[in-house]
């Protein structure tokens, strides 16, 4: 796809009627803008494997997987074609909620919230260390966008309500503008590389029984999210590990209650242990288990998680603005409430 000419006039959705002619929208594409997978998907472009390039190129074993996020094209398309468009693209399983008003992703994630937190005493000011903590670590990362900005669970508790009584603005993660490319190739060839390879002892991806896009609301318990549960158990069972061999993760924070249930399914503390396991102390650089280092999703940026598996790769190198001590291996996890993943990255050697 090219370069298209700039759209020179604007038209109001409310001003459309049944049989105008509309101009087709046309988007500029960039090097960091794949616009059709962010219209397809709404708000993340699918992972690009870029195989066969590097097999032309006569290097088999190189794996390039690159991800770009456009808050700002998801918000253009929206206000060009309307809400009305994008309710007409909805999958029909969302048929029983989605014309309720049941339709962000906020909503989807606040109804499991509310049974987990009725089930387990769990407030939304517990949620908010989560945020507290990501926020400090996002404070002393330059390329973090909340950086020089820590909160206090006070800012958190005063921030506007979103879902009511569960989430609340800094229990959100951003919407971000921004890419991130990995490079995988085999360990042999790593060792010649001039940075240090951080090696894949695991990964695993994961989908359980009566399972959809963030709504699974029809299983008999909705408090877990056994899809992480299998992706868990395979993460052990392939890397050998155990979660006291982990010594830092980075876990998929898009909103703040799923971080209490990954930690709980991944096994780093029992059911419904989550608010007395997640202290500052803790998940704070220097703690037992420090979190999402550059800040996570909530205070670098929404690069759908893949970020995460950038920052566990500078810790491996030792290059992290929040560098762990006596550092061995991470945890990464991804994609949460969806079929959905996680790896763990070693050092070589």
Not at 50 to 69: E, H, M, V
Not at 109 to 114: E, G, I, P, Y
Not at 118 to 124: E, K, L, P, R
Not at 145 to 165: C, E, G, K
């Amino acid at each position: 796809m090219t370069s298209a000419k700039a759209r020179t006039t604007t038209r109001k959705w409310a001003d459309i009627e049944i049989g105008d002619e509309v101009t087709a929208l046309e988007i500029p594409i960039t090097t960091t803008m794949i616009v059709a997978g962010a219209i397809a998907s709404r708000d993340f472009m699918p992972v690009h494997h870029d195989r066969d390039y590097a097999n032309k190129q006569g290097s088999p074993n190189l794996f390039i997987n690159i991800l770009t996020t456009n808050g700002y094209c998801v918000r253009f398309l929206t206000d060009w074609a309307g809400p009305e468009a994008m309710v007409k693209k909805l999958p029909a399983f969302m048929a029983h909620y989605a014309p309720f008003g049941l339709l962000t992703p906020a909503a989807w994630v606040a109804l499991h919230a509310q049974r987990y937190m009725s089930t387990h005493g769990v407030t939304n000011e517990d949620f908010g260390r989560i945020a507290v903590v990501d926020h400090t670590h996002a404070a002393s990362n330059p390329d973090a966008w909340f950086y020089q900005r820590p909160i206090t669970l006070q800012d958190h508790q005063n921030s506007r309500w979103i879902v009511a009584p569960v989430l609340r603005l800094l229990d959100c993660c951003q919407e971000s503008d921004g890419g991130v490319a990995l490079v995988v190739t085999s360990a042999e060839r790593a060792r010649d590389l001039r940075q240090p390879p951080a090696v894949i002892a695991a990964a695993a991806q994961g989908a359980a029984r009566d399972g959809e896009m963030m709504t699974s609301y029809y299983r008999e318990e909705i408090t877990g999210l056994p899809e992480m549960g299998v992706v868990a158990a395979r993460l052990w069972r392939d890397s050998g590990l155990e979660p006291q061999d982990i010594q830092t993760v980075f876990i998929y924070d898009h909103f703040t209650p799923f971080f209490f249930t990954q930690l709980e399914e991944l096994g780093f503390c029992g059911r419904g242990e989550a608010k007395d396991f997640a202290t500052v102390e803790r998940l704070s650089l220097g703690g037992e288990l420090p979190i999402n280092t550059n800040g996570g999703l909530l205070g670098e940026a929404y690069i759908h998680g893949m970020n995460g598996i950038t920052e566990g790769v500078r810790q491996i190198r030792g290059t992290s603005y929040n560098q762990v001590d006596n550092f061995k291996h991470v945890l990464v996890t991804s994609g949460t409430g969806v079929p959905t993943s996680g790896l763990i990255l070693a050092p070589s050697g």
